[in-house]
């Protein structure tokens, strides 16, 4: 049973940094896709950035540019770095893992040309979440 546990959440104002950090129980980030998304209470949870595997890294379009997703492999530890934050940017940030072996990468998570990118599916283990509260 993988465990993952997201940290470095907190209250910033517009314009301020985070460096948001998720710890792994066990050696995962050679082989899951891992993701960050994040979701606002009351709708669904957006994906935000991925990293697969092999270093493949893919943005939505409304964070590129200021979300950079980056892991230890040897800390067994993904990050998001929070640039530029924006009011809009407040929300739970979750990290996610889904393992390769679970689907092919014509339907990878972390393919932006998939299909599957930015949705939930495939994504087995999921953090308990860490609160980002931007204020103008």
């Known amino acids: 049973q993988v465990q993952l546990v997201e940290s470095g959440g907190g209250s910033v104002q517009a314009g301020g940094s985070l460096r948001l950090s998720c710890a792994a129980s066990?050696?995962?980030?050679?082989?899951?896709?891992m993701a960050w998304f994040r979701q606002v209470s009351g709708t669904e949870r957006e994906g935000g950035a991925t990293?697969?595997?092999?270093?493949?890294?893919v943005y939505a379009d409304s964070v590129k540019g200021r979300f950079t997703i980056s892991k230890d492999n040897a800390k067994n530890t993904l990050y998001l770095q929070i640039n530029s934050l924006k009011p809009e940017d407040s929300a739970m940030y979750y990290c996610?893992?889904?393992?390769?072996?679970?689907?092919?990468?014509?339907?990878?998570?972390?393919?932006?040309?998939?299909?599957?990118?930015?949705?939930?599916?495939?994504?087995?283990?999921w953090g308990q979440g860490t609160q980002v509260t931007v204020s103008t």
């Open positions: 996610a893992a889904a393992a390769r072996y679970t689907f092919t990468w014509a339907r990878s998570p972390c393919n932006a040309r998939s299909g599957y990118w930015g949705q939930e599916t495939h994504y087995t283990y």
């Open positions: 066990g050696s995962i980030y050679s082989s899951y896709c």
């Open positions: 990293i697969e595997s092999n270093g493949v890294i």
